[in-house]
């Protein structure tokens, strides 16, 4: 009887280390996706800024030659 009680318990502690290592996981893979989406969210911005300022730059020129 003693040894099903503590055969039990070990399945139990298993099962939760394991529950707790694959949450632990899921997190850092949820902080990846979200340093990748950041990563991307800067490039885009990166990329409208330098847009924004080419439109400047070519209005300012396509003044000075009227």
């Known amino acids: 009887m003693r040894l099903a009680r503590r055969q039990a318990q070990l399945a139990v502690l298993a099962l939760c280390g394991a529950l707790g290592a694959s949450s632990l996981t899921g997190c850092e893979t949820t902080q990846e996706k979200a ?3 950041q990563a ?3 490039q885009i911005l ?11 730059h070519h209005g300012k020129h396509q003044k000075e030659k009227r």
């Open 35 to 37: 340093a990748a989406h």
């Open 40 to 42: 991307e969210s800067e």
């Open 46 to 56: 990166k990329a409208r800024a330098k847009r924004q300022q080419q439109k400047k």
